[in-house]
């Protein structure tokens, strides 16, 4: 394990988006849980590729369709190591997360699940890993069942014996978007499997800040999305058990995913190319690959630390400049939190409030971060999101505090 140290001066000045000014202000992102910048390692690799060797994969004999088609590869054995699959046929390309968890409900849910089947979701769940569970059941008479949280956000699994009963499925975020909680992953994939079910882990929010095993997680299927841990828009991922894969009819119809074509029908190809129809994402293919370098340079571990130490000053320096005056939801035990803070200051609307860090150049997300029955749980319509990643420092915290008492001022408590 690495015990190298993250120096943040030196990460951000591999962002060039992170050197411009917003409304007169150097600008402070602080809404990478929706997407991450780009560090300038990805932005070459993405040129280079279009430079170089821009052609299409398992297709031409020829120089660079054969180094296009050797990259796409190595970007797949290269997440397969990122996430620690024990082979790379193992990782399927996709959109983005959402994509893989609708090829997940599609394939193996329409394969294996009859109506009665239980699908157990959590409440802190975003809607990519709500509606395409809520589709299968509307058409295959399957029922979801939730798991409650507890007053401080985090999963209540006192009943999950119970929960469990007649589920085939259990589909769980590994750190949840609005509340940053980290739900116990293994403790809950190790009860689905003791029922019979499989476990399905959306690291759509962990993969980008810490280090992720799947075989630690004893999971089924995991996915996360490229965008939001400093790869391109466009590229996702779905890891899932070989002999699982195996078993699952392709989601998408068209070229590159069969073995043969006759006019009576077709024979679909091995995986992980059964699930990759039509020409795919390379350059992004090739960006996703090029993050995975940028973060394992740094070291997953010193990110984790970094952002350890960032969301513990961050708590520190929000509770003690408002007290009361400003609430964070989900858990304040730094065990169970990642960065992502959801605030709620003084009454101030999240649209305003976010209004108001955008004239001082910081960049939140207001709304319903896509969990709109979280929300519902926590009797609020929206909340002011800042999340925290690797590029972020005091200083962005400090300006973020600054903003929300200038946000006071303006409209006049
Ligand atoms: C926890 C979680 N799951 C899934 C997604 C969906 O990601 P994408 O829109 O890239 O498919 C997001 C995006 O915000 C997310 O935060």
Known sequence: MSTATLNVTTVKADFPLLGREVNGHPIVYLDSGATSQKPRQVLDALDRYYEEINANIHRGAYLIAEKATTAVEDSRAALAGFVGASAAEEIVFTKNATESINLVAHSWGRTNLSEGDVILLTTLEHHANIVPWQQLAAERGV??????????????????????DGVRLVAVSAASNVLGTLPPVRRIADA??????????????????????????DCDFM???????????GIGLLWGRRHL?????????????????????????DVPTRFEAGTQPIAEIVGLRAAVDYLNAIGMEAIRQHELDLTAYAMR??????????????????ENRGGTLSLAYRGIHPHDLSQVLDQHGI???AGHH???????????????????????DESDVDALADGLAAAGDFFAF
């Not at 029922?143 to 469990?164: S, Y």
């Not at 896509?370 to 972020?392: D, E, F, I």
């Open 143 to 164: 029922v979801i069942r939730w798991i409650p949280l507890d007053d401080d956000g985090r999963l209540d699994l006192t009943d999950l014996d119970q929960l469990l």
């Open 192 to 217: 689905a499997h003791a029922v019979g079910a499989l476990c399905l882990v959306d690291a759509s929010q962990w993969v980008p800040h810490y280090p992720t095993n799947v075989a630690d997680w």
């Open 223 to 233: 996915v996360f999305t490229g965008h939001k841990m400093c790869g391109p828009t």
């Open 245 to 269: 894969l195996d078993a699952m009819p392709p989601f998408m119809g068209g070229g590159s995913m069969i073995q043969n074509v006759t006019f009576e029908g077709f024979t679909p190809a």
């Open 317 to 334: 320096t929000l509770t003690e400049r408002f007290g009361d005056d400003l609430a964070i939801h989900g858990p304040h035990d730094l």
């Open 363 to 365: 960049c939140v997300r």
């Open 370 to 392: 896509c969990a709109k029955p979280l929300m519902k749980v926590l009797g609020v319509n929206a909340t002011a999101r800042a999340s925290l990643y690797l590029y972020n």
